[in-house]
């Protein structure tokens, strides 16, 4: 066994999840993709839902899975725990291999695209998120000033909800909009999507390491926890 996975996050029991030193609380989605358990073409998420997700040709490393910039993509089906109808956040690792194209982590098209995001990075190299809410219109919210690097790893989340929606890249705040507190409308117009978007044509070119979804707006410190606690294996 390659000495990447010999140091895992699973050191407490908690609710029958072993994990370390982060909540669980209303954590609904969990994909350790560099965890060699979830090597093969279908993968079984370590939350609670135990969401069956079938894998198209991202191949599988010790720090994750690389997604090129055509067809890879990871399906976790269309379960209503993980279709941003309440405050979500939305978390991952990741490592662009290049710059100046856009590139999708996670995705979720509710209601014919009239409800749906994107959290990706941009072709400016700064941290976004396409959403739309009730057929509203699709707004952006990007990172302000702050760019990402090629071959390197970033901590990225999205939060989205009754406080707005707000982007952190490592410990950092770096794009928010506070008037945009509308949630999605329920629905399962697609499959929640990592490594593309809900059009098949959101591929990121990029290795994606641990993939976390709460179904709450997580706070500051919580973020800042979840990144300690899971950097390790990035650093």
Known sequence: MEIGVLKNIWGKNKNGIFTRDFSIDRLQLYLPLWHPELNGSTIVSKDL????????EAV????????????????????????????????VWFKKAALGAEG???????????????FKVASTNKLGVDKECQDGGLLTVSSAS??????????????????????????????????NTTVLTAGTASSLFIGDDYNGNGAPGATIGD???????LSAGELENIRQATKWRYA
């Open 49 to 56: 839902n135990a969401h069956s997700c079938t894998v198209t």
């Open 60 to 91: 599988w490393g010790v720090t994750g899975r690389t997604f090129d910039t055509n067809n890879d993509q990871i399906d976790c089906g269309k379960n209503s725990v993980l279709d941003g109808s309440s405050d979500t956040t939305v978390i």
């Open 104 to 118: 999708c982590f996670v995705s979720k098209n509710n209601v014919n695209l009239q409800d749906r995001y994107r």
């Open 146 to 179: 702050v760019t990402i690097s090629a071959a390197t790893w970033y901590f990225a989340a999205v939060r989205f909800g009754a406080a707005g929606v707000s982007l952190v890249q490592d410990s950092t705040e770096v794009g928010a909009d506070a008037t």
């Open 211 to 217: 993939v976390l979804i709460y179904r709450r707006y």
